[in-house]
């Protein structure tokens, strides 16, 4: 294939509730979509989950749009791509910048999967039909608000719920979340809020038949999380630590985890995300999607990603109303007792909704 013409779009897209962690709170998420058209008129489509600010990694929805009109997008117009899997190696000049490479080798993957007369699933190597679905909650004015919060989702079908916690935030609210509901498939997630110095504080909540503590220490460490692995019997969940295929590696070596949440953007795409699946399919460690309040974009990416065989657990993929009032693809992504129908028709098996996008959109450029 060659991209003849790429589009990207700002847009903003207001929040049901807000969504609160360890570093900050968001009502509205802003984002870039990818639009790109090859030589024969197939359009495929990304979507750039960078936050405004850089509080989950250093990257921002400005330098994202600044990575790609300055050299992501010069390296791939016009040039012959035969394989979604050659993006990274052209983008191997350019030191991390991850979510921006993502983006747009999302849109290049489901033009790939067009061509190919097949589903994104498919074409990643996926073979299940539908996926079980969890649901991550922020942090709540109180205990009492966050287990009816909780509640509520299990009738809805989640078949695990994570719960931010941050210090002063943390043993007492899932004591008082295990005292309500006990057989809960419940993991925490820290959002790298702690040190070893809090290792008291962490060796607590092996009392409460946790799935996993997910990054518990600094975003850039491997080290220090072997060191307290080693004093819990909950396995920990590596997320902002894993942005490529060494990290999982050097991690899995260091024994640092005994789970990893892949998500996309920070790992820099789908094919450096499935590198990660398949070494840790073989070293026997679970897997699972996270999220980064994605769009349904972003969010089809997601359901095609976990597809593949080693997703074990639950990820945080839920759908398109629990965050949106009115979400940008046609059919909205809808979760039926807890699990999610993997699309088969092909490329990402979700329709932009053109006239929701154009709404929301802030500011557009078209490059040629």
Not at 13 to 39: C, H, N, R, V, Y
Not at 74 to 103: Q, Y
Not at 120 to 127: F, Q, T, V, W
């Amino acid at each position: 294939m060659k991209l003849e013409e790429i589009i990207v779009r700002h847009i903003k897209m207001p929040m049901k509730a807000p969504f609160t962690t360890s570093f900050g709170t968001i009502d509205e998420k802003e984002l870039l979509l990818i639009e790109a058209k090859d030589q024969t008129g197939i359009v495929g489509w990304g979507e750039a989950v960078a936050f405004v600010t850089p509080w989950y990694t250093e990257e921002t929805l400005k330098t994202t749009w600044h990575m790609l009109e300055d050299f992501l997008i010069p390296i791939l117009l016009h040039k012959e791509i035969g394989h979604p899997d050659e993006v990274s190696t052209l983008f191997s000049s350019i030191r991390r910048n991850c979510m921006a490479k993502s983006s747009i080798e999302g849109a290049v993957w489901d033009i790939y999967a067009q061509q190919t007369k097949q589903s994104l699933a498919h074409a990643l190597g996926g073979d299940k039909r539908r996926i079980e679905v969890g649901v991550s909650v922020g942090i709540q004015p109180s205990a009492k608000i966050l287990i009816d919060l909780l509640k509520s989702h299990l009738e809805k079908g989640y078949k695990r719920v994570k719960v931010k916690i941050k210090p002063g935030h943390d043993v007492e609210v899932i004591r008082a979340i295990r005292a309500e509901m006990p057989d809960l498939p419940l993991m925490v997630d820290a959002n790298s809020a702690y040190t070893l110095n809090d290792m008291h504080v962490l060796q607590q909540l092996d009392a409460f038949n946790l799935l996993m503590i997910e990054q518990p220490l600094a975003v850039d460490d491997i080290v220090d999380h072997a060191k307290l692995q080693r004093k819990l019997i909950t396995p920990i969940c590596l997320d902002e630590s894993i942005t490529c295929y060494e990290d999982a590696r050097k991690a899995i070596e260091l024994g640092s985890c005994g789970v990893i949440n892949i998500k996309i953007g920070r790992v820099g795409g789908l094919t450096e995300a499935k590198r990660i699946h398949d070494l840790c399919k073989r070293n026997n460690i679970p897997v699972w999607c996270g999220g980064m309040l994605e769009a349904g974009i972003g969010r089809a990416h997601n359901i095609a990603l976990t597809s593949l065989s080693n997703f074990i657990l639950p990820g945080d993929t839920a759908g398109s109303s629990h965050y949106w009032y009115e979400d940008i693809i046609t059919p909205e992504v809808v979760v039926e007792d807890g699990y999610i129908s993997v699309p088969q028709t092909i490329g990402i098996g979700y329709i932009p909704n053109l006239k929701v996008i154009e709404k929301l959109t802030i500011s557009k450029k078209v490059y040629h």
